[in-house]
């Protein structure tokens, strides 16, 4: 009993509670498995006070929790979505904060002969004309609505054995394509970022219909009274702040960056950073 | 032999953020297992002692809940504690507390079922001789749940076995928030999202190792006791 | 009125009568075997004398107030010793908490009392038959019974704890105490007993001193029970 007692001492102890300065924002796996959140957060709360909570899930998941109410501030990237919740009214302010691209990624040895074509659309008939297996994400995340959207371009309603809709978040889909030699979109953050790549590759990049912007907006308070609009106002101010956009564009992994700030120029081809993401294969 | 050369160096290196991660999955769990029992434990001696209305009811009902999978629990939990949910106004989502409550509602069926089956036996041994005694039935409880402790504390820790593994729950009412919510399973899962498939086997190690240590312990405790719960 | 009394008691399971119709007083003096065949009802004349059960018709009194409601006031030892997954000590105390009558300096008398001291630390899982029966009379007897109520004590025994358990219940006779026992042994009963109730197939048949039963029992299912052709 005195052991167990003990026991229990240890474990609660060691805890403090947390900070009572704290807002909830509702993002996507895509920034959190970048790891940008790990890099940029502590530098915000180190100068505010204001601890950042982030709950990241698919961008579909995220606007769902923000219209409950259930976060302070949303950070997603499906414009579409993002205009209909602000259309909606439950959210306000939505600031540009940075971009980067979705890739095609597929196995080396590339059957349906993607990296030959001009574009991400072409890409994308070619894998269906060759019925290669393609893992699509069938998650309503970001990644996945963008993905949808090129089929429609496509003309193609891919459906068949080798489409295979995993209802997952982007790791899980590389990890399937990966062991399944499967092609797939991937945001290039969660690309780079990704450990298990085995045969997988880059196959195509550098489609404007492949950019992906981010955008921050704050959950309305009209719509939720509890939100806490000045501690998520203060984090959408710096987010796009000189200082703030300068650690996002200096944030690399193995030497490549990861995401375009463009608060200021919110086109890519404003050429924020055209150098540093290798847009081109 | 990487993996475990990286588990081995996650625990020797006793990195803060992985402390910080397995002291919330114990401090989550422990206090889920503590809740869960003050009620299931209580509640499960009662089924194995008395006969009263709906006792049949409540059995077959607990035990279909253990079926229950974690993601269901999470998801009924977060749409009780979400703003737009009846419970919203407490702001309890995303919190370690949204946590402790989801693993207590998921193991409470467990720590009952398994407590009604301690109890059992014990009562048909005592049945007659404390209703000689005229013992009163709260000092009947207490008797028997002493009587049946460990095992008792066997189901006890299967509730814990369970809360501790569980991600299903945590990481919906969780939210899985870096050094806030983040428990050892949740961990797993987004590092394997990463595809850092070593860094999430090594954890799982740790997770494991974590779990034969506490097993062990109390293993170790009851067997004090063994000797008193031969059955003549 | 002073002490126990049944009227018109009958106790049925289901359907099926199992005692019929009992009805007798009986002062708290001395020892009463409870005699009859397998199956005859004993051990439910006991329980419901104790109050341990309920009966299904009638009434059983002792001094006038409701059997159950002094279930305290009594010592029962069942047919088959329970013991309580703990010590032999903490057998002893538990009673002993229940009643808040006695001492706990009464344990270690009782130990001694019953031969158990060396074993008073041991679970009484362990004990042996005799000594779990052993146990069981002197954790009936640890919170000062008014009445001792035994079912079959020495069935299984040796000579020796026999011998002990008979001392046992001579010394609390002594002291004032009452003991109804039932057995199938009938040089103990007849050693024991100052009256005899003999009850065959849930029927009261006999009930009259010890020598009287013996030397002259009335009834044919007597005669054929003391001859073993019951
Ligand atoms: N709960 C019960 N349900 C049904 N029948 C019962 C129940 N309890 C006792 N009986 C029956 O009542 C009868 C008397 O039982 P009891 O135990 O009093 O016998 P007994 O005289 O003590 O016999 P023994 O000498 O074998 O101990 C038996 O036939 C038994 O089967
Ligand atoms: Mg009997």
């Known amino acids: ?281 | 032999m990487t993996i475990l050369g990286q588990a081995a160096e996650l625990v020797v290196s006793a990195d803060a953020e992985l402390v910080g991660i397995v002291g919330l999955s114990l401090r989550v769990s422990l206090t889920a297992t503590l809740i869960a029992s003050l009620f299931a434990i209580p509640l499960g001696a009662a089924l194995a002692i008395w006969q009263f209305p709906f006792r049949q009811v409540l059995i077959v009902i607990s035990t279909s809940l253990m079926a229950l999978p974690p993601v269901v629990v999470g998801l009924i939990i977060y749409l009780l504690l979400s703003r737009a949910g009846p419970l919203g106004h407490y702001g309890i989502l995303f919190t370690p507390t949204a946590m402790i409550i989801a693993q207590s509602v998921l193991i409470f069926p467990i720590v009952l079922a398994l407590t009604r089956e301690a109890i059992l036996p014990v009562n048909r041994d005592y049945k007659n001789l404390l209703d000689a005694w005229d013992v009163s039935p709260v000092q009947r409880l207490k008797t028997l749940i002493w009587d049946a402790r460990f095992a008792v504390v066997t189901g006890l820790l299967a509730g814990f076995g369970r809360a501790l593994a569980e991600v299903g729950a945590v990481i919906i009412v969780g939210g899985n928030i870096a050094g806030f919510t983040r428990v050892m399973t949740t961990t797993i899962a987004l590092e394997t999202s990463k595809g850092n498939l070593e860094l999430a086997l090594a954890l799982g190690i740790v997770l494991l190792s974590i779990a034969i240590l506490i097993n062990a312990l109390i293993h170790w405790i009851s067997s004090f006791g063994q000797k008193y719960q031969v059955s003549r | ?230």
């Open chain 3, 1 to 230: 009125m002073s002490g126990l009394k049944l009227t018109n008691v009958s106790y049925s399971v289901d359907e099926t009568l199992l005692l019929h119709d009992i009805n007798f007083s009986q002062e708290t003096t001395g020892i009463n075997a409870i005699l009859g065949p397998n199956g005859a009802g004993k051990s439910l004349l006991l329980s419901l004398i104790h109050g341990v059960i309920k009966p299904s018709m009638g009434l059983v009194t002792w001094d006038g107030i409701s059997a159950q409601k002094t279930k305290l006031t009594r010592g029962f030892v069942f047919q088959t010793p329970i013991v309580l997954r703990r010590s032999v000590r903490a057998n002893l105390a538990y009673p002993l908490k229940l009643s808040k009558n006695g001492t706990s300096t009464a344990i270690d008398t009782m130990l001694e009392l019953s031969h158990l001291a060396p074993l008073a630390d041991q679970p009484a899982a362990s004990l042996s038959g005799g000594e779990a029966q052993r146990m069981a009379i002197a954790r009936a007897l640890i919170t000062n019974p008014k009445v001792l109520l035994l079912d079959e004590p020495c069935s299984n025994l040796d000579p020796a704890s026999t011998k002990l358990i008979e001392a046992m219940i001579n010394n609390f006779v002594k002291q004032g105490g009452s003991v109804f026992i039932s057995t199938h042994d009938l040089a103990q009963a007849k050693r024991l007993a100052d009256v005899v109730l003999f009850i065959e197939q849930g029927n009261l048949l006999e009930h009259r001193p010890a020598k009287e039963f013996f030397d002259a029992p009335t009834t044919q299912e007597a005669r054929a029970y003391l001859k073993g052709e019951l």
């Open chain 1, 1 to 281: 009993m005195r052991l167990v007692l003990a026991l229990i001492l240890v474990v609660y102890g060691t805890f403090s509670n947390a900070s009572e300065r704290f807002i909830t924002i509702a993002s996507t796996t895509s920034t959190q498995n970048s790891g940008l959140y790990d890099y940029l957060l502590p530098i915000f709360t180190a100068t505010t006070g204001i601890e950042v909570r982030v709950v990241a899930v698919g961008t579909g998941q995220a606007l769902k929790i923000a219209q409950n109410g259930d976060a302070d501030a949303l950070l997603v990237h499906h414009r579409p979505s993002e205009d209909a919740f602000l259309a909606m009214g439950y959210g306000i302010e939505r600031r540009d904060v940075m971009y980067n691209d979705f890739i095609i990624v597929g196995p080396k040895a590339d059957p349906a002969g993607v990296s030959n074509q001009e574009n991400a659309i072409n890409g994308l008939e070619a894998i269906a004309q060759h019925a290669s297996l393609f893992i699509s994400r069938g998650d309503e995340s970001g990644t996945h609505k963008r993905e949808s959207e090129m089929w429609a371009l496509a003309g193609i309603s891919p459906n068949g054995d080798w489409y295979r809709e995993i209802g997952a978040g982007m790791g899980a889909a590389l990890n399937m394509a990966s062991s399944v030699d499967a092609y797939t979109i991937s945001d290039r953050g969660t690309w780079l970022s990704f450990n298990n790549k085995g045969t997988l590759e880059m196959l195509l990049a550098g489609d404007a219909a492949l950019f992906n912007p981010y955008g921050i907006i704050l959950v309305n308070p009209q719509k939720h009274p509890h939100v806490k609009i000045d501690l998520a106002r203060t984090f959408s101010d710096w987010i796009v702040s000189d200082e703030a956009q300068k650690i996002i564009g200096a944030f690399t992994i193995q030497n490549m960056q990861l995401f375009c700030p463009n608060a200021k120029s919110p086109k890519a081809s404003d050429g924020v950073c055209p150098t540093s993401v290798p847009m081109q294969k």
